[in-house]
C-alpha cells in the first residue's frame, strides 16, 4: 500500500472529486484521514427516502470507506456550528468551503492481476448517470445501482455550463440521466423499468 495525499479546493464536489480521482487513475484504496470544511453536506440517512442537506459552516470530523473505478462507497460525519454532529453515506453535493486534506491509502495491484483489466472493461457494458445535486430522484437511482453492485460513472451538474453539455448529449432537462454504451435509456422511470425487466442484472 502506498499513500497518497490530496487537497481539496473552494467549491470543489467532495464526492465527485473522489469518484473522478478513482476512476481516472484506475485506483482502488480507502481513505485514511480527513480534515476540513464545507459549505453544503448532502448525505443518506438511514431509513431515509431522501438525502438530507444542511448548509452553513461545517466541520468535517470523519470520511470513511473505500474507492474503486467502479464507484465509492464513503460515510461522512461533520459538526454544524451549533457543535451537533451529523452523518451518513457521502452524497454528490456536498462542496468544500476553504479546502479538504485527505490521506488515501491506494492498494497496489499486482502486475498478473492488472494485465487482463484492459479485456474486462472493454468487455463490460459501461453505465453512466447524470445527477443535479439534492435531487430526490437522482439519489433514488444511485442508491439503486449500488445496491445492485452495478459499476456506474456519476456525472454531478454543478453549473449551467455542465448543464447544456448534458443537454446537448441527452436532449433532456430532467435528471436524472442514465447512458449504457453511450447510449441514453432515459431517466428514474426507465432505470427501474430496466431493474424490474432484469435488463439492470445481466449487465453486472
Known amino acids: 500500500m502506498r499513500s497518497l495525499p490530496l487537497t481539496l479546493s ?17 485506483l482502488t484504496g480507502f481513505v485514511l484521514g ?4 464545507l459549505t453544503r453536506a448532502a448525505f443518506q440517512c438511514p431509513g431515509r427516502p431522501d438525502p438530507t442537506v444542511l448548509e452553513g ?41 476553504k479546502g479538504v486534506d485527505l490521506l488515501i ?14 479485456v474486462a472493461e472493454a468487455m463490460a457494458p459501461q ?10 430522484w437522482c439519489s433514488r437511482a444511485l442508491r439503486l445501482l449500488r445496491t445492485l453492485d452495478l459499476p456506474h460513472q456519476v456525472i454531478t451538474v454543478n ?9 446537448q448529449r441527452s436532449g433532456m432537462r ?5 447512458f449504457i454504451n453511450n447510449e441514453l435509456i432515459g431517466g428514474y ?16
Do not use: K, M
Not at 34 to 37: F, L
Not at 159 to 167: I, N, S, V
Open 127 to 136: 453505465v453512466e448517470i447524470a445527477v443535479l445535486p439534492g435531487c430526490p
Open 159 to 167: 453549473d449551467d455550463a455542465a448543464f447544456e453539455q448534458l443537454y
Open 34 to 37: 480527513v480534515v476540513g470544511n
Open 10 to 26: 473552494p467549491g470543489s464536489d467532495l464526492h465527485q472529486s473522489l469518484a473522478a480521482l478513482a476512476q481516472e487513475h484506475q
Open 105 to 118: 491509502g491506494v492498494l497496489d495491484q499486482p502486475q498478473a492481476a492488472q494485465d487482463p483489466a484492459p
Open 57 to 97: 459552516d461545517l466541520e468535517v470530523i470523519t470520511l470513511n470507506g473505500t474507492l474503486s473505478p467502479a464507484g465509492i462507497h464513503l460515510h461522512l460525519s461533520l459538526s454544524d456550528g451549533a457543535c451537533q454532529v451529523w452523518g451518513g453515506h457521502l452524497e454528490p453535493g456536498t462542496i468544500v468551503q
Open 174 to 178: 430532467t435528471f436524472p440521466q442514465v
Open 189 to 204: 422511470d426507465a432505470l427501474t423499468d430496466w431493474h424490474g425487466s432484469g435488463q439492470l442484472s445481466r449487465l453486472r
